[in-house]
């Protein structure tokens, strides 16, 4: 009797065990799913180019409350590669606007005078400047705006201006 109630109790153990697998099998497909839609949802409004993806704010920030906004997002204010980046970017804001408004990037010299970092850690290589640009006009101006002038070229202005702003998520 005792053989039979151990017997008994193995194969329940075992049944348990394959149906434990089983719904363990059946969660991960579940939560794999999940992680799709989720990708999916965390990128809606998102513009994508390459690996990046871009969105445009209309809030008027100073650049240091912009960036902030950016790395609640798990993003930060954009930076520019090259010349066809920009136009991207630009294609971002005039979908959002119908129109090029003067708008926040992530580059600043806020550090040192004159030499320009990207706030996400981007080798800064490319710069689409304006005429005479950066200036330092009056010695304070140390973060990069973008769309200025008929131009829609890059500027350097004081940091505590408002304008909007794009983030880039990698």
């Not at 960036?67 to 010349?83: E, F, G, I, K, P």
């Not at 003067?102 to 040192?112: E, M, P």
């Not at 200036?135 to 350097?156: I, P, Q, V, Y």
């Amino acid at each position: 009797m005792k053989l039979l109630t151990v017997s008994v109790l193995l194969c329940a153990v075992i049944t348990l065990i394959i149906a434990a697998e089983e719904g363990g099998k059946e969660a991960k497909a579940q939560e794999e799913h999940l992680v799709e839609k989720r990708y999916w949802y965390k990128y809606r409004g998102w513009t994508r180019y390459g690996n990046r993806h871009y969105r445009y704010f209309p809030y008027r920030l100073d650049w240091a409350h912009a960036q902030r906004h950016c790395q609640s997002m798990h993003a930060n204010l954009a930076s520019v590669r090259n010349l066809r980046e920009y136009r991207v970017i630009q294609r971002v804001i005039y979908r959002a606007t119908h129109s090029y408004p003067i708008t926040w990037l992530g580059g600043s010299d806020a550090q040192k005078e004159g030499y320009w970092f990207w706030i996400d850690g981007t080798r800064f290589r490319y710069t689409f400047w304006c005429r005479g640009e950066p200036n330092n006009l009056h010695r304070r101006e140390h973060c990069m705006h973008m769309n200025f002038t008929g131009s829609k070229c890059m500027n350097d202005i004081p940091c505590n201006y408002r304008y909007p702003f794009v983030c880039v998520r990698k």
